[in-house]
């Protein structure tokens, strides 16, 4: 990774630790929402990516009942670009896993990724001041959890998305 000094002011800004383990908090708390159970490591690679992305992000479907299979096929551009999007961005999900796992806002295991629960209100004062842009990208990432849950399988996501873990 790139020492914070000498990143750009719109990597700083876009891409800090802090604001992006908090996109991870809200997908691994989706997740949960649909199945008592951490998220797995591999799907937290696919947030940044979806969520980041404006057109991604405006593009997913308003509710999780739209399989993400049928979602595909209405946007295949998706596919195309999500594997590189993904690769670009896993230093900083990294980083943001580790940001969020020593801060207390997220749990990390063998099993995945888990949303601290206690942080909820502190999450919350913290999205409360911020643009609208950014509590968009909070709630397509809790939504995003949901959602991933609902596809199936990290073998069944992954393929679908022609990406590998």
């Not at 990516?49 to 997913?60: A, C, D, G, K």
Request: glycine share 8%; net charge positive; with cysteine.
């Amino acid at each position: 990774m790139t020492s914070w000094h000498a990143r750009s002011l719109e990597e700083r800004n876009l891409l800090n630790p802090g604001f992006c383990s908090t996109l991870l908090w809200h997908a691994a708390l989706g997740y949960a929402s649909e199945r008592k159970a951490a998220m797995a490591i591999e799907l937290s690679f696919l947030v940044l990516p979806f969520v980041l992305h404006q057109q991604t992000r405006e593009s997913l479907p308003r509710n999780i009942t739209t399989s993400l299979a049928t979602w595909l096929i209405e946007h295949p551009i998706v596919r195309t670009r999500l594997g590189e999007r993904a690769a670009s961005l896993k230093p900083f999900t990294r980083e943001a896993l580790v940001f969020g796992g020593s801060h207390g806002l997220l749990s990390l295991s063998a099993d995945g990724v888990r949303a601290n629960a206690d942080m909820k209100k502190r999450v919350a004062a913290g999205l409360k001041p911020t643009s609208d842009e950014v509590r968009a990208c909070a709630k397509r990432a809790e939504f995003l959890g949901k959602w991933l849950e609902r596809a199936g399988g990290i073998e069944t996501v992954m393929a679908l998305l022609g990406v590998r873990p």
